[in-house]
């Protein structure tokens, strides 16, 4: 855990210095726009802690670690990012997590129908599998199955966690930051919000 911990803090310190490390804004709405991808989601940023606490209950958000108000800002971000650049997904999916849940909430507030509230779905391919819960293999299938399916033309938003977009794309994610990804899982732009 603690490897874990480091491994993602050496990281972002490092890519940090890299000019260019990020894709330019535009690229990355360039791609959405493109369709035939997903933006994959990490949650924004939580309570402090790692995973949630003994004894949580998915069906209760308060047992579990949730967005702070730095995460709730980011979330607001995306949602400005994304509304001045007129980019819509065709839906938005979720793990059951309430940090999840509540960041694609806060990051696609639009309605994906006249008239209809915001519409998140909660995809259990996109549930943590964290500290054996889950089934990784299983998941990660059911995720690059759904991705070859893609239509053109259109985009999804999926809001997940580190481990299960570290599975899919084998890159590190920080809370908050987005990945556009292809049919394949491979990751075609990242972008953090605002």
């Not at 330019?24 to 949630?52: I, K, N, S, Y």
């Not at 690059?144 to 999926?158: I, N």
């Amino acid at each position: 855990m603690v490897n874990r911990r480091r491994h993602l803090q050496t990281w972002l310190a490092a890519t940090a210095l890299l000019p260019g490390w990020a894709v330019a804004a535009e690229e990355f709405a360039a791609r959405l726009r493109a369709g035939g991808c997903v933006m994959l989601m990490r949650h924004a940023q939580t309570e402090p802690g790692v995973g949630d606490p003994p004894g949580f209950s998915l069906e209760k958000c308060s047992s579990q670690r949730n967005l702070d108000d730095r995460g709730r800002q980011q979330s607001a971000q995306w949602a400005r990012w994304l509304a001045a650049r007129s980019l819509l997904p065709a839906q938005v999916r979720s793990s059951v997590w309430c940090r999840c849940v509540d960041t694609a909430r806060l990051a696609f507030p639009a309605p994906l129908a006249a008239g209809g509230a915001p519409a998140v779905q909660v995809w259990a391919p996109l549930n943590s599998f964290f500290d054996g819960q889950g089934d990784r293999e299983a998941q990660t299938a059911a995720l690059r199955a759904a991705l070859r399916t893609l239509p053109a033309g259109q985009w999804q938003a999926w809001v997940t966690h580190q481990v299960n977009i570290t599975a899919l794309t084998g890159e590190s994610v920080a809370m908050g930051e987005a990945f556009v990804v292809d049919r394949t899982g491979r990751m075609l732009a990242r972008q953090l919000p605002g």
